[in-house]
């Protein structure tokens, strides 16, 4: 997400060339990635660090131009949808990390101020899911449940 409240302009990194296809070293082989991300989300990894594995331990550099679809999409139509959405989960367990860290240093009012603006980011994801059905409707962040949830 961006910044909201630094006036800084985030993060720089690379982008894809659009409409390049596979190279001649890419695995292409549409059954065997399929199967790898299967196997691969059984053993409890993210759609991330599958992303990550088939990259460079596989030779697969972009999943959906293999498959045609995304990595999530993918998991999906196997019915394999994790309870809360990725990026939500790893902020949550980020407000987990800071709510240790204070408990033991309550003195530590910058930590205080990034656990507001983490648990900022987590309502406004949870709001965007919301409205896209991946969420409850009813589901509220509460600081004392959040732990029940990441672990």
């Given at each position: 997400?961006?910044?909201?409240?630094?006036?800084?302009?985030?993060?720089?990194?690379?982008?894809?060339?659009?409409?390049?296809?596979?190279?001649?070293?890419?695995?292409?082989?549409?059954?065997?990635?399929?199967?790898?991300?299967?196997?691969?989300?059984?053993d409890g990894h993210t759609a991330a660090i599958i992303g990550t594995i088939l990259r460079d331990q596989?030779?697969?550099?972009?999943?959906?131009?293999?498959?045609?679809?995304?990595?999530?999409?993918?998991?999906?139509?196997?019915?394999?949808?994790?309870?809360?959405?990725?990026?939500?989960?790893?902020?949550?367990?980020?407000?987990?990390?800071?709510?240790?860290?204070?408990?033991?240093?309550?003195?530590?009012?910058?930590?205080?101020?990034?656990?507001?603006?983490?648990?900022?980011?987590?309502?406004?994801?949870?709001?965007?899911?919301?409205?896209?059905?991946?969420?409850?409707?009813?589901?509220?962040?509460?600081?004392?449940?959040?732990?029940?949830?990441?672990?």
């Amino acid at each position: 997400m961006a910044r909201m409240y630094a006036h800084k302009r985030g993060k720089s990194g690379s982008t894809k060339v659009h409409g390049q296809d596979l190279p001649e070293w890419a695995n292409t082989d549409k059954k065997e990635i399929e199967g790898l991300i299967s196997s691969l989300h059984t053993d409890g990894h993210t759609a991330a660090i599958i992303g990550t594995i088939l990259r460079d331990q596989h030779a697969v550099p972009d999943v959906r131009k293999v498959i045609g679809q995304r990595i999530t999409s993918f998991l999906a139509s196997q019915d394999k949808v994790a309870t809360y959405p990725e990026d939500m989960m790893n902020l949550m367990r980020k407000a987990v990390i800071i709510i240790d860290h204070i408990s033991s240093n309550r003195k530590d009012i910058h930590n205080t101020r990034a656990l507001e603006l983490t648990e900022s980011k987590i309502r406004r994801l949870a709001k965007y899911y919301q409205a896209k059905d991946r969420l409850a409707t009813d589901w509220k962040y509460k600081r004392d449940q959040i732990r029940l949830m990441v672990e």
